[in-house]
C-alpha cells in the first residue's frame, strides 16, 4: 500500500455517465490484486475532503498503468471525471483483500455476477481467471440500456448474460434468475440486495462478495466501514470492510 | 533544543503535533506509511472498561470540507488494549495519550486508573465530549457539574497527567475549561467535534444510522480557533488544540489562538503522510515568521506583551 | 395551486426561498440584477432604533467554505428603515420580514411596535442571536430566561407574527426553542452564525478588527439541519432554515429535515443570481423526487407516517 | 454591472507571483472604466468561497478583452493562477466608482502615484488620461526588483520613476519621496501607508486615491467594507469603498 500520485493518461465516457479513466505509475504492478482498491483523492481542495473508494478494473503491469471505470454522480466523481490527460491523480492503494484468484484452479467453472458499477472489479478477476484455465461466465446487471458499458471486453473472455431492470437491453429483471446452479465457484460485487440474494448460491467450492461501504480512512484506521461477523453472539466481532474486506467468502459477515 | 521540543505536564514532545483520537487506530495502520517515532505523541482510540461495537453502519458522511462520524467509541475494551495495543506501541519511542471514554463516572475511573498504568502512557484525555454515544459521552462535556465529578474522580486515581477534553457544543465553554481546571485537570485538549447531520436526498432519511454525528475537518477550524483563543486567556494549564489542521499555517494559527501542541484528526483520512509532513514545514515556517521556538507562538493573538514588543518594531 | 406556494404565520410566499437578513441590504442593490418579486419574501438587514455605525473594519474574514462576519448590526437606524427603506421596497409585490435588533428589550419594543405597522412588512424576525455586537444580540438568544423576556414583549406589541431567531451557540438549542414557543413565538428561523475566528499569520492578531464573528456558509450546513432536525420534532411552530444554502438540492435537505421555508445568506455574495436560480430548479427536482408540493418534504427525515408508507413502496 | 463568465485568453507571469491575465467577453467594452474593479470567482467549488476584487488594469473594448493583474499569494489567487486558456473566468463588474477621468482636461499634469499591486489600475487611467491629452507622470514602489512589472508599458505613456524597498532597483525608499509639487492631480492606489501619505499631496485640482478593504460582496449590500467619512461628528456616516469608492477624493473619506 502506498500514496501514488499518478498521471491520468486517458479519460473515456463508456456509457451514460460511466467513466473509464487510465493511470500511470511506475508502482503499478501486478501486485495491484483483483477486488482489492484504490482511494482517490477528487480535487486539490478541502471540498470534497474524503477520498473515494474505486475498484481495480484492470492492470498492465508491464506499462504500469492502472484502468478504473467509475460513474459520475455525486461531488467527487463528477469533480474527478472533468480531469483531462497530463493531470495527476492521487490514490492510495492497493488496498484491501481482494478475490482468492490463487484458489481457483485450471478446469474450475466460475459465474462472475456484477450489478451496475459492481461490473468493473470483476473484469480484471475474469481476465486472470481465465489466465489461469479457469471458465468464466459472467452475469450482469443495470439500470437501463444507457450505462452497460464493457460488454464486448467480457465476451472475450466468456460467455456474458445481461439483464436491465426496466428491459430495453438484454433480459428484463435481476441478475439472480439467470444463473444456473453448476459452478463450482461465484464472485460477485454490487448493491447489497444482489448479493445477499446471492450469499445462498450453491457454489461447489466457494462464493465471495465484495462489500460497499462508506469509508473514512480506507486503510482500517477509522473504524468508519465495519460490518458483523455472521454466528458471532457477543455481538462484538467484526471485520473492516477497507482492509479484511471489501471481498468476504459468504457467509463470513452479515450483509 | 530543538525549535519545535515542546514540554507539557507528562509530556516531553519532540514536537508538538499528534494525530488525534479515533483517527489514527492505535497506530499500527499508519505504521506502514512511516516511523511513528517521527510523531511528538499518539491520541489513541477511546478505550472504554468493556469491548464496544459502536453504531450500525453507515458510520461516516462527508459534509462540505468536512464530515460526520458516528463510530459510537468501537473499541476492544481495556484488557485488550493493555495487553496488545499498548505493548504493540511499545517498540515506538513516543508518548501516547490515552483516550479514556465511559457511560459512567465507574467506568472512567476504572479504565483510568488502570491505564495510566502502562508503561508509555504519559497522560489520560479524558473524553467527555463524545456525541456519539447514548449515555456519558457527550453529557459529561455539557454540564458543567458532571465534568467537574469525573475530572476529579479520574484525577484521584490517575498515574499521569490528565487532559480533559472538551465539547464545542455548549453555550459557555470558557465556563467548561474552568470548572475541570478547578477539578485538577493538567490541561485541556479541544475540540471535539461540533453536532451534525446530513440527510440523504433520495432516501429522505439521516445519511449516518445513528441519525446525527460529529462534524470535523477544515470546516470547524474557525470554531476551535475561537473558543481556544477565548479559553487559553481564562485558564492557567496549557491546551492542546485540534480541529481541521491540515497545514504548518493552521498549526501556527492555533498556537497564535493560544494552544501549546495540535492534534490532527481529519487529515490522516484524507492524506496519510499530513502529521510527517506538518512537521517537516514547520522549521520553515517559523523561519519566515521571525521566531526562533515554537512556544513562543502561544497566545500571541491576545498577548498584550507581545503587543508592545511587535508595535516597537 | 403552484407546487412551491407556502403559507405561514403572516405570510403568502410564492415560493419558500427568501435572502437571510444581513445579506441582502434592503435589496436595492440586488434589485440591479433581477426584480425582486420573484422571491418569496426579503428578510431585511436589522433594524435598531437608533442608527449603527457598526464595528471597525476588517468585518469579514474567509474560512474554508465559509466567512466570518462582525458587521456589529450596522444600519440606518428605525425612521430611516420605516421612511425610505421599507417605502422603496413597497414597489415590489413581495412580502418583508422585518429584522429587529436591539440592546434592550425596550429596544426592541420600540422596533418592533412601529415597524410591524409598516404595511409591506407581514413578519418579524426577532434578531436575539447576533454574535457581534457587546450587549443584547446574542446574550438574549443564549439565556432562556432572557429569551423568553423579549420575546413576550415584542409579541404583545408587534402588529404582524413574530419569528424569533435562534442562535446555535448553545448547548441545548430544543430549550430555547421550546421557551420561544411558550413566549408566544409564531415561527423560528435558525441558524444565525456560528462563533468563530480567524487569525492572521503575518501580523499574529486575529483578521477581524473585532477578533471573532459569526461563521456562515456551507461549512455549518450539517450543524443547521442537526439543529432544525431536532428544533422540528419538538416545537409547533414553523422554522425558516438557513446556513450554507447554496442550490435546490440544499433546500429540500432543509426541508427533509423540518423546515418550512429556507432563507440563502452568504451565497448572495458568491452568486447574486443564486435565490432565482434555485427558485427555477427547484420544480425539477420536485419532479426528480416523485413529490407534487414542497411543502410534503417538510420533517420527512424523521416523520413516522413516511417511513411506513415508503416502506411499502 | 453583470455576472460575466469570461474566457481566459492568456496568462503570463509577468513578474515573481505577479500575472497578467487577459480574459474576454462580449459585454466587455468603454463601460469598464478606470479605477473600477470586478469581482471574480476563483475555483468552481466552496473552497474558496468568497470572490476577489482585482482591478481594471487594461480594456480592449473593440476585442471586448479585459486585462487585470494581480500577485498569486492566498488560496484565490493561486487556483486563478493555474488556469489556462480557454477556461471560464466567472466575474461581476465593472463594481465601484472610477477616477474622475471626464474632469481632467488637456494641458492639465497627473502624478500616477502606484505602490505594488496597486499599480495596474493606473496603466488603464494613464492611457486614459494621455489620450485627452493629460501630461502624466509615474512613480511606481515594490518592495524588490523581482516583482516590478509594466515598467516598459508605462513609459510609452509618460515618465516613470520606479522605488524598491531594498534599493533592488530604481530608487532606494519610498514614492513619497520621488514627486515633486507641481502637478494638477494626484492619482494613487496602493497600501493604506502609502495613501495617508499622499492625502496631503498639494495638487492644485484634486489627490483621488483608491483604497483597499476586505470586501464580501462587492456590491454594496453586506456593508463590510466601510469606512468613516471625514469630519463626520455623528460617527454614523460612512462610505462603502466596493459601491461608493474604491476611488475617493482625499479628503472625503477616514483613511
Ligand atoms: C470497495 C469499493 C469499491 C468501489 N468501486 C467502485 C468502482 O469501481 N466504480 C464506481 O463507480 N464506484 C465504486 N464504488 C462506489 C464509489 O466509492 C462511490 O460511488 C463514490 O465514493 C461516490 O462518490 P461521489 O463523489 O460520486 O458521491 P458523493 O455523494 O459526493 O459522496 C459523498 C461521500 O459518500 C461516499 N459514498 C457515496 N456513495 C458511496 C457508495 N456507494 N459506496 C461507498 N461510499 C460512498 C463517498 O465516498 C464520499 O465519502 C466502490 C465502493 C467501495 C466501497
Ligand atoms: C478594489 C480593490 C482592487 C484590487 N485590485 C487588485 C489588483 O488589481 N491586483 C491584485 O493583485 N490585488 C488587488 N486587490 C487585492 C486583492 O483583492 C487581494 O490580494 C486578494 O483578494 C487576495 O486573495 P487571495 O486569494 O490571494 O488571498 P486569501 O488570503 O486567500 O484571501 C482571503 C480573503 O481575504 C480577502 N483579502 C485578502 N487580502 C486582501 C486585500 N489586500 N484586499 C482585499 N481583500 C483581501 C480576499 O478577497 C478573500 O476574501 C484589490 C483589492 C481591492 C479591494
Ligand atoms: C472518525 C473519527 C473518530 C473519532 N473518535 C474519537 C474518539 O474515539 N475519542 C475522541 O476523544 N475523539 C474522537 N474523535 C474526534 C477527534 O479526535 C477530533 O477531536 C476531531 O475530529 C476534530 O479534529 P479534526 O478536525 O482534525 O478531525 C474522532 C473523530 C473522527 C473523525
Ligand atoms: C455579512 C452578514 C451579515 C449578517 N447580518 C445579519 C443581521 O443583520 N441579522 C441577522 O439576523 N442575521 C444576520 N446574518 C446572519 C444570516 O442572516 C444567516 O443567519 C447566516 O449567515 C447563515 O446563513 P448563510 O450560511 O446562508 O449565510 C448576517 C450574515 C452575514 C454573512
Ligand atoms: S474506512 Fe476506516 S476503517 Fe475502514
Ligand atoms: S463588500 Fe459588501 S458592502 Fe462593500
Redesign the interface.
Known sequence: MRQLKAELVSQTEIAYSIFEVIVYHEAIDEQFQPGQFVHVKAGNGYDPLLRRPISICHIDPEKHLLTMIYRAEGKGTRLLAKMVPGGVVDLLGPLGQGFPVESVGAGDTAWLVGGGIGVPPLYYLSEELTKRGVTVKHVHGFQTESVVFYEEKFKALGPVTITTADGSYGEKGFVTTQLDHDADYLFACGPSPMLRALESYPAKKGVYLSLEQRMGCGIGACLACVCHVQGDETGLAYRKVCSDGPVFRAGEVVL | MSRLQIELPGLQLRNPIMPAS????FG???S??YKLDQLGAIMV?ATTAE????NP?????????????A?GL?NPGLEKVMNEELPWLSQYDVPIIANVAGSTIDDYVSVAKRISTAPNVHALELNISCPNVKEGGLAFG?VPETAYEVTKAVKDVSSVPVYVKLSP????IVQMAKVVEKAGADGLTMINT??????D???????LAN??GG?S???????A??MI?QVSQQVNIPIIGMG?V?TA?DV??YF??GASAVAVG?A??????VCPTIIEALPALLNE?GVDHISE?TG??WKKE?NLQ?SSH
Open positions: 479515533g483517527c489514527f487506530g499500527r495502520e499508519y506502514q506509511f482510540k469491548p464496544r461495537f459502536g453502519t453507515p458510520r461516516v458522511a462527508e459534509t462540505t470540507s468536512g464530515m460526520l462520524n463510530i468501537q455539557t457544543n455548549v453555550t459557555d461540533l453536532l451534525g447531520m446530513r440527510i436526498l433520495k432516501t429522505g432519511k439521516p445519511i441519525g446525527a462534524l475537518g477544515p470546516a470547524i477550524k474557525p470554531v480557533i475561537r483563543h481541521g491540515q499555517e501556527v494559527e497564535l489562538a481529519t490522516n483520512f484524507v492524506d496519510p503522510f515568521l507562538l500571541r493573538s507581545w511587535s
